[in-house]
């Protein structure tokens, strides 16, 4: 009769696998996180590209010196828009990627958590089997 055998204590108790499914968790939010988003970013940056550039075209001895900068501004917002869309979509890529990384790790985190319960579970069962058959040959 194996009375020890392994319960759900013996899951949570044990840090691999609540770090594991905690990674998990984060990883899946930030994978979804920034797929969605990336996706939304490469939409308005492709919506950009169909648009008709504007003929507000000034050759670059027209802009003067004297203009407060206005050779570092983009020449219309439509260019701005698409900048802002371009830096968010490189953040949501970065975001996706980790989102997974974080949960390849999470996912081997718990795999090492349930087979070091497992290895526990399992040498518990072989004292209590090898404690019987010594309390069966002393009698």
């Known amino acids: ?18 770090a594991g499914l905690a990674l998990v968790f984060l990883g899946a939010c930030n994978w979804w996180v920034g797929l969605t988003r990336a996706r939304d970013s490469s939409q308005i940056i492709a919506q950009a590209a ?30 701005e828009q698409v900048s802002y869309a371009r830096a968010r979509m490189d953040f949501y890529h970065v975001t996706f990627l980790t989102g997974q990384v974080m949960m390849i790790a999470g996912v081997l985190l718990v795999f090492m958590g349930f087979i070091a ?13 090898s404690s019987e058959s010594r309390e069966h040959h002393e009698d």
């Open 50 to 79: 169909n648009v008709v550039p504007s003929t507000d075209y000034r050759s670059f001895d027209e802009i003067e010196a004297g203009n407060g900068g206005a050779v570092l501004q983009p020449l219309n917002s439509q260019g």
């Open 1 to 18: 009769m194996l009375s020890p055998r392994m319960k759900l204590p013996d899951i949570y108790r044990d840090w691999r696998v609540v």
């Open 117 to 129: 319960i497992i290895r526990n579970d399992t040498w518990r069962a072989l004292r209590s089997i």
